[in-house]
């Protein structure tokens, strides 16, 4: 299966058979409870609003919102939000989390906590999901937002991550690019080394379902016919379906200059945690949020 564009994300997610329910930490945010509340009215997802109580019953007025207000989780601080948001998930009464107004070292506190936390054993990272115009499918980025520098070891994993990621989504092998500026390995180039072993991880069945290939360049990856003309023959030129940067300064300009200059839409979760996590900037705009939410209830095993 493929999936085009965001629209058919939307429709896969509200022909499963049960809603997946959101723990919003943090709920008394505006731009966040518009974007719950879209896809609550899509039949997307049920939330469970945690944060200040009076706050989010002022919006969800201002909003002109209804809702079950006795539902609302109360809560004094942020880090009582986080630590109920993640007690949400621990108890089976929430799929996936998301972050309103609190700041992200409070959330992914709560989340790595050792006792209480979320987490697998696995390194935590970010997807990121581009709609491109000049793309013909949905396209990862990953990791541009929480691994600064990985080694090979942490690139295996953070590329696992969002392998699973596809394969939740209904992919039965994605097709992944490890990018570097070329495609020959130079011990001068580490990001060239480490695609070359990510490969050959791939090869040996060490790294399951999924097709690597790398070192691969940008324009390679996306054109095929650049590809032929180079003799650099591979099923992924032309069809990749997960991009993995070299470092996280890498996938944040990628990510924000497709947004900018090539009209791309982005969507965003923390993955590699017992269930995905929302974690748009405060900064980020109602629909990217919005999108974010559809794309961890696509993600949820």
Known sequence: MELKNYQDLIEKVQKTDSKKRVAVAAAHDEHTLEAVFRAVDDKLVEP???????????ILKELDIEFDLDSII?????????EK???QVNANKADFIM???LQTADLLRAVVDKEKGLRTGKVMSHVAFLEIPAYHKLIAVTDGGMMMYPNAEEKKQILENAVDVFHAMGYECPKVAVL???ETVNP???ETVDADILKKMNQSGEIKDCIVEGPISVDLTFNRESAEIKGYKSPVTGETDILLVPSITTGNIMCKALIEMAGATM????VGAKVPVVLASRGATSQEKYLSIVLSASAVK
């Open 48 to 58: 469970v609003l945690i944060g200040n109580k009076e706050k989010i019953t002022e």
């Open 99 to 101: 972050k309103g107004k």
């Open 85 to 87: 948001a993640v007690e």
């Open 74 to 82: 109360n809560t004094e601080s942020d880090k009582e939000a986080a």
């Open 267 to 270: 969507a965003g979760m923390i």
């Open 188 to 190: 001068k180039m580490p």
């Open 180 to 182: 570097a500026a070329v």
